[in-house]
C-alpha cells in the first residue's frame, strides 16, 4: 500500500491541500521497510495515539516505540500495543539506550521554545540512522492552543511560525510549506537525512 492510499491519510487530506503529498515525498526518502521508528508525543485520544503507527505500518512494516513526557499519557497508553519511552524530547540524546532508523515529530516543534528548537533537532538527528522528520502548524491558526488535559507540554510556545521561524542556522535542514497558510491544515515540514 502507498501512504497517499492509505484510509488515515485520505481523513487526514481533506480536500487535498494539507500538504500530504510532502510529507509522502519525505517519508518515501527516508523511510525503509521494516524500519525502527520513534515517534515523539503518543497525543491525547486513541486515535491519535493509534493513527500514525497504523499507516507506517501497513506502508513500511515498521515497529513504532513512542517518547512522550506527559505522566498522565503514559498511563492512559501503558498497557496499549507500543512501548513508550517517558522523557523530554529536548534531552533525547540523553535519554535514549539504542538509535531508531527514523524519528518523527508530528506537530511538536511548536512545543519547544525557537532557541530550543535547533539544538532538539540537532539531538534527534544525532540519535536516528536514516533521518528525521518534524511538522508544525503553518501561520497563526493554532496559536490560540494552551494546555489540554492539565498538560503543559501541549502549549504552543513558538506563535504564528514561518519562513522567518527558520534562520540561516537551519541549513541542514529542508524546510517547506504545505496546505494554506494561516489555516487549519497549513504546515511546515522540516526534515534532515543520514548521507
Same mark, same amino acid.
Given at each position: 500500500?502507498?501512504?497517499? !492510499?492509505?484510509?488515515?491519510? %485520505?481523513?487526514? #487530506?481533506?480536500? +487535498?491541500?494539507? =500538504?500530504?503529498?510532502? &510529507?509522502?515525498?519525505?517519508? +518515501?526518502?527516508?523511510?525503509?521497510? %521494516?524500519?525502527?521508528?520513534?515517534? $515523539?508525543?503518543? =497525543?491525547?485520544?486513541?486515535? *491519535?495515539?493509534?493513527?500514525?503507527?497504523?499507516?507506517?505500518?501497513?506502508?513500511?512494516?515498521?515497529?513504532?516505540?513512542?517518547?512522550?513526557?506527559?505522566?498522565?499519557?503514559?498511563?492512559?497508553?501503558?498497557? *496499549?500495543?507500543?512501548?513508550? $519511552?517517558?522523557?523530554?524530547?529536548? !534531552?533525547?540524546?540523553?535519554?535514549?539506550?539504542?538509535?531508531? #532508523?527514523?524519528?518523527?515529530?508530528?506537530?511538536?516543534? !511548536?512545543?519547544?521554545?525557537?532557541?530550543?528548537?535547533?539544538?532538539?533537532? #540537532?539531538?534527534?538527528?544525532?540519535?536516528?540512522?536514516?533521518?528525521?522528520?518534524?511538522?508544525?502548524?503553518?501561520?497563526?491558526?493554532?496559536?490560540?492552543?494552551?494546555? &489540554?488535559?492539565?498538560?503543559?507540554?501541549? $502549549?504552543? $510556545?513558538?506563535?504564528?511560525?514561518?519562513?522567518?521561524?527558520?534562520?540561516?542556522?537551519?541549513? +541542514?535542514?529542508?524546510?517547506?510549506?504545505? =496546505?494554506?497558510?494561516?489555516?487549519? +491544515? =497549513?504546515?511546515?515540514?522540516?526534515?534532515?537525512?543520514?548521507?
Amino acid at each position: 500500500m502507498k501512504f497517499l !492510499e492509505h484510509d488515515i491519510v %485520505k481523513k487526514w #487530506d481533506g480536500e +487535498n491541500n494539507s =500538504g500530504m503529498v510532502q &510529507i509522502s515525498e519525505c517519508l +518515501n526518502d527516508i523511510m525503509a521497510p %521494516k524500519c525502527t521508528v520513534l515517534l $515523539i508525543g503518543t =497525543g491525547a485520544t486513541i486515535e *491519535q495515539y493509534d493513527d500514525w503507527p497504523q499507516v507506517l505500518q501497513s506502508v513500511w512494516g515498521c515497529s513504532i516505540t513512542y517518547l512522550e513526557i506527559f505522566e498522565s499519557y503514559i498511563e492512559l497508553f501503558k498497557d *496499549q500495543k507500543y512501548p513508550i $519511552i517517558k522523557g523530554d524530547v529536548r !534531552e533525547i540524546d540523553k535519554i535514549l539506550e539504542k538509535s531508531y #532508523d527514523v524519528i518523527l515529530w508530528l506537530q511538536g516543534p !511548536e512545543h519547544v521554545s525557537h532557541e530550543e528548537l535547533l539544538p532538539t533537532l #540537532d539531538a534527534l538527528f544525532s540519535v536516528c540512522n536514516n533521518g528525521i522528520m518534524c511538522t508544525c502548524p503553518w501561520g497563526s491558526f493554532y496559536d490560540y492552543q494552551e494546555d &489540554i488535559n492539565n498538560n503543559k507540554y501541549e $502549549i504552543h $510556545i513558538q506563535k504564528s511560525m514561518d519562513a522567518a521561524s527558520f534562520g540561516k542556522e537551519f541549513k +541542514n535542514y529542508t524546510i517547506q510549506y504545505g =496546505g494554506i497558510f494561516n489555516t487549519g +491544515n =497549513g504546515q511546515i515540514l522540516i526534515k534532515r537525512k543520514k548521507q
